[in-house]
Each structure stands twice: as C-alpha cells, then as structure tokens.
C-alpha cells in the first residue's frame, strides 16, 4: 500500500467536498510549467535508480529512500547556490559543471558511503553517467517549455490547456485537503491549507496550485520535517519574541514571515526569499523581532549559513536591540556549523537532546515521529552577554529551560499515545 493510498482510506471517512477552481488560460500555462518539472524529476530518479540497479518499488526499498533523499540534498544546493528560474533545477550546467560542483562529487560520495555504489563498481562512470542524466533533463525541459504558451490557434494539447476537473480538481475532507494536479497528488491537512492561503495575503487558485506544484521538486523529501508540534513554535515564539524562521517553506512555516527557496512562488505567503539575501533585506532589518534557525541538514549549507548567524545578531547588537535566534540542529558535535555557533560571542546557553527526548513534525499533514539521532537546541542573543546586569541573562537562561522541558514533555506524551 503506498503513502497516498493511506492517506486516502483515513481521510475518505470524513465527509467530501470539492472545491471550485478559478484559473485562467494563461495561468493554467504556467502551472503546466511547474508540473513538467515534477515529471522530469520523477523521470531523472527512475533513471538513476534503473542506472544503479535499484529495485523501483515505493517506500520498500533502503537504497530507493537513501538514493532520493541524496537527490533532493543536491537539488537543494543547486536552488540555493546557482537560482535561474528557468531551468528545471535552477541551473544551466554543463556535463563537465555537474562533476566539478562540489556538492555533486558529495554526492556521489554519499551514495558511496551509504553503499548504494558498491566499490566493485565503476564510480568514474557512474559519476558521468547521473551528470548526463541531470544535464540531459534540464534540456529536455528547456525544449518543452520553450514552446508552452497560450494561444488560440492550437497545435498542440499544451498550447491551449483546458481546466479539466478530472484531471485538476482539489477536495475537502474536512482535515485534509486532497490536491490532484494530472498525476501528481499531495494532501496537506486543513489548517496547512488555510495558513498557506491567508497568512501574509490572501492568495488566488493560480498562486496556490503553484507552490505545491514548484516543492513537488523534493516529493515528500525529509527536508519539510520539523522540530516539535506548532505550541512549541508558539510556546517560544512568546518567551523570546520570535516571528521570523531563517529556513522554511509553505509546507511548514508557523511565524508570519519565513526565509525559503523561492521567492518567486512564496513571497506573497510571507517569505523573504533565500535566506542567503537576509542581510540585503530592509524590512527583515526592521520588523524581525527575533528568530528561528533550522536549516535543512546539508552539511556544507549548514556551515555557510551558521556564519551568517553572527552576521544578523551583529546588526542588532549595534542598534542594542533585544533579538534572540533560536537554533534546532542535529547534534554532530564535529561539524563547522556546531563550533561556529557554540563558539559565538552571542552564544548564551544550549541543551543536547538524546533519541527519544524529542518529536519532529511533518507540518503538511500534521505527521509525527521520533527521530533516531541526538540533537541540539542553541539559543543566542545579541546583547545578554555585554549587559552588567544580569537579569536579562538569567531570565533567557530560566525560559529555555523552560523551552527544553516542553519538548521532553511533548516526547513523552506523544510516547505515551503510541
């Protein structure tokens, strides 16, 4: 049974209502563009799954989840680091770009290390071979959206797109709301659904379908897991005066405004844009009252961005305003990242939380679970550690402990249920 046929058989039991749609032509051909890019994607895993040998049986196989979840890493770095909207993963490289970009050699050495490459394999060929696979589908996208536009004189079926309800159509399920767009299907819960259309504006049909369709890039990737359930997020949210999260997406952002990849798409749900631009934003500068830092847990993105951290606690220091940033990272207690920000001058206090102290949340369809790896929870403040006084110091110190026992707390209950 896969992951859709079990969301369908909970959520059929409560009652259904489908939900008009109101796209225009035009429109439908933009969406169509973002639905060619999950196409593509699908097609560029078959291709390295049936080029490794890999069995492509859904959620069955541990070479298919660690094949795919090492895709989505790599995707995550090329939107991040080279972001040109038209092309399929934000970059227009070459064969020969693919194997020097530094995050594709990890790549490959992580499907080493996780054995998915075996060492009586031919790793240079292999290598090679995913490169022309990932260069060969961005031009193949190229080739096709190229030529997708509206028009009345009609050539082809994409040319002039149809809203077909049976084949673009939402539903209501009280709790969840089904989303079908072709073949691709995703199910957020109802309060994920009404967050993503009303929290910073009101956005359109269009706007909407066109968000799930651009993170249909990373299909129910492990990046959109987050820390605790939403009370956490709004437990510390009024301890440390937190709105802002440095990394998040409409999948699972709780504060009213969020950095994530695309601004493009998510601007009008309350995002920054890339968090990498954070420091050239004005009106994060002047409305950010503090934040959260969880970056999704790619190594080399970690350790660029944690320097970052000082960067922002910097700005605020100087105008000696209060502003607190509260880290969620995994505990590896070797890695740049970690000793940047346990080594910070802002660095106030931090807790380990061993397997089992803690739950992640799946935000989209309000899905819990236990991780099986220790983390850390840092917390820094922009000017605690200058302050004679140490009032405010001690009151930051009290509220995170505070913060910590909710989360053992939380992981105990939710033990407790299962």
Known sequence: MTKNQKYTKKIKRNSKKQIKLYITPDELCMLDKEYFRFVLYE?????????????????????????????DRLIMNL?????????IFFTDFTKNDFIKYKEYRKFIDELKEKKV????????????????????????????????????IVKTDLEKPILKRKDIYLIDWDSYIEIHYKNYTKYISKVRYDKIRNNYTKISDYQFLRII????LTKDSGQQWSYGDDELYLMIKDKFNINCELFGSPLNFIMPRYCSMFLDTDEPTGSY??????????NFKTTSTGSFYSPPYVPSLMDETSKMIDDILNIFNKQNIDYNIICFLPNWEDSE??????????HITNKKLEIGDYICQKKSINQKLLLSFPSRCILLNSIANQEKDKKHYNKLIKDFKESMNYIYNEANEFKKQK
């Open 43 to 71: 097609k560029l895993l078959n291709h390295i799954f049936n080029l490794l040998k890999i069995k492509n049986k859904y959620g069955v196989s541990y070479n298919i989840n660690q094949t795919k979840n090492a895709v």
């Open 79 to 87: 939107i991040n680091d080279i972001h040109k909207p038209n092309h």
């Open 117 to 152: 490459i075996k060492r009586t394999d031919n790793i240079k060929n292999i290598s090679r071979k995913i490169a022309d696979l990932f260069y060969n589908i961005n031009l193949e996208y190229l080739s096709k959206v190229k030529h997708l536009k509206y028009s009345k």
């Open 213 to 216: 369709l651009r993170y249909s």
């Open 273 to 282: 844009g890339s968090f990498y631009n954070i420091l050239d934003n004005d």
């Open 337 to 346: 990242h970690f000793k940047t920000l346990t080594n910070s001058k802002y």
